[in-house]
């Protein structure tokens, strides 16, 4: 199917707060291509996504499939036309069984005939070498099988234009290549996939042609072969140099762990040992699923280890609750954004007040306005201190996170901190969180970017079916080392000993 748009027009708000996020966009998207989509965040990327797949309305311009304009007014209207949209979290209910999941949006009687149904779930997975079981549960999946699932779910109901939006955020390299080459097949079957992505590397690899937005509008479009150095002009107006690696001189010790032990219905982690000092920033590596998030869940304080002892500058800590952590300025940044880290329907106004410690039995409107304005200006958020948290984008989101830190602060736990976000945002995030470094915070983080690994940390632990490295020194290893490791290779140089702390 061939999808043209026409001078699509969004704005969000009025007056001179409000949001332009597309700019007289003009597109024509042939069938049995792969059409990359460019941008940084805040780009306009995906709000002209969800006009295309009916989730909001365009103010003004025209939608064409197949040369006949059409109307989209919902995402069932979209699946209607035979348009479908993977989104960066798969809409799946983790609870409910995969083969329900699968049902989701299918019109037809209250009874569907769920053998026939899974038949048809078995007969569609193996043509893409999916192998996700239907009875099992979405919450037992990884990221990559949910998206499996979703396309699956999709092409079920009969979309001939697959869009995804940042598809390869969060899921490893494995998972990427099986995701490249389902969209190859899909491709190679006619249908129209729409990429949405801020990675060069997976627009390069993978893209027939490549459209760059910015700030709302339509800078251009090149094919293959592409030109990084453009591309990235055209996505920021302005060529992006990485800076070299910044570490600062180790401190006191902050956080020790000593012989923890941690348990779910999942996996065991035994046995691990570590010291992390003022100024050092320790990166966690390893598959989805390794291990990872319980063990700086533990360093927060949200799950109790089975065994060992955590201290915070030397306090003990051990089965203590996480505000006990809190108050020792121990900070806990989620991936999750909205789901747990910020609260949908407030504004950063009302964030930033919640944030402060309590002066007084009233609030004071107009400090709080100057707060939010001060904190936006500072951590150069794009949005007004009456924007909700909902309204703004990945990058600012994760912007707003940090600047609800309070300072000083002892530890910071950060999980996938700057998945989803482009180059720039980034980069920005880094520079503020190694500026704590400065003042001698120390950072745990997880990442599934090994570049963003190696790049940022001093030393790294790699997590693998329940084992945990000895701390590996980031400057002296490679993303082929690593990528290794994660793999379950090479462990026999790697193993924890008893002075590896």
């Not at 979703?150 to 009969?158: F, H």
């Not at 453009?230 to 010790?253: A, C, H, N, W």
């Not at 699923?289 to 360093?299: D, K, M, R, V």
């Amino acid at each position: 199917m061939r999808v043209e748009l026409r001078n699509i027009q969004k704005t969000f708000g009025r007056g001179p707060t409000a949001v332009h996020a597309n700019r007289g966009i003009n597109l024509d998207i042939q069938p049995g291509t792969i059409q990359g989509i460019l941008g940084e965040n805040g780009a306009g990327k995906s709000t002209l996504m969800k006009i295309l797949s009916g989730f909001i309305s365009a103010d003004s311009g025209e939608i064409l499939l197949d040369g006949q304009p059409v109307t989209i007014k919902s995402p069932s209207d979209a699946i209607r036309h035979g348009i479908g949209m993977l989104h960066q979290d798969p809409l799946d209910f983790p609870p409910m069984k995969i083969i329900d999941n699968f049902l989701l949006g299918r019109e037809g009687g209250l009874f569907p005939d769920r053998a026939a149904v899974t038949a048809e779930f078995k007969k569609l997975q193996t043509q893409f070498d999916f192998s996700i079981d239907p009875d099992s549960y979405v919450d037992a999946l990884t990221v990559g099988e949910r998206q499996q699932l979703e396309i699956l779910r999709l092409l079920w109901l009969g979309v001939s234009v697959l869009i995804l939006d940042e598809p390869t955020t969060g899921i490893s390299a494995a998972q990427k290549e099986k995701l490249f080459a389902t969209l190859k097949i899909l491709a190679g079957q006619g249908k129209a996939i729409i990429f949405v992505s801020h990675k060069l590397e997976d627009v390069e690899n993978l893209c027939s042609r490549a459209a760059v937005l910015r700030q709302g509008a339509l800078v251009g479009e090149m094919d293959p072969p592409f030109d990084t150095d453009q591309l990235v002009e055209m996505m920021f107006g302005k060529i992006i140099t990485f800076g070299g690696r910044v570490s600062y001189p180790p401190g006191d010790v902050v956080l020790s762990l000593d012989s923890i032990a941690l348990e779910d219905y999942r996996l065991q982690i035994k046995d691990v040992s570590l010291d992390v000092r003022c100024g050092e920033v320790i990166g966690l590596a390893g598959m989805e699923g390794s291990g990872q998030t319980s063990f700086l869940e533990a360093c927060a304080g949200l799950i109790r280890p089975v065994a060992g002892r955590i201290r915070i500058n030397g306090q003990d800590l051990t089965a203590r609750s996480h505000h006990v952590f809190k108050r020792s300025g121990v900070a806990f940044l989620p991936a999750a954004r909205l789901e747990q880290a910020l609260v949908p329907g407030l504004t950063l106004t009302e964030h930033f007040v919640l944030a402060e410690e309590v002066r007084g039995t009233f609030i004071n409107r107009d400090q709080a306005v100057r707060l939010a304005q001060d904190r936006i200006k500072t951590f150069n958020i794009k949005g007004n201190p009456q924007s909700t948290v909902e309204s703004l984008s990945g990058g600012n989101q994760q912007r707003a996170l940090l600047a609800l830190l309070r300072t000083p602060l002892n530890l910071i736990l950060l999980e996938h901190p700057t998945r989803g976000l482009d180059i720039e945002s980034t980069m920005y995030i880094w520079s503020k969180l190694k500026s704590r470094c400065e003042q001698s915070s120390s950072i745990v983080f997880i990442s599934a970017d090994l570049d963003e690994i190696l790049q940022y940390s001093d030393r790294i632990l790699v997590f693998f079916a329940g084992k945990v490295s000895r701390p590996i020194n980031a400057a002296t290893t490679t993303v082929e080392q690593l990528g290794q490791l994660i793999g379950g290779k090479g462990w026999e140089e790697v193993q924890p000993t008893s002075d590896a702390r």
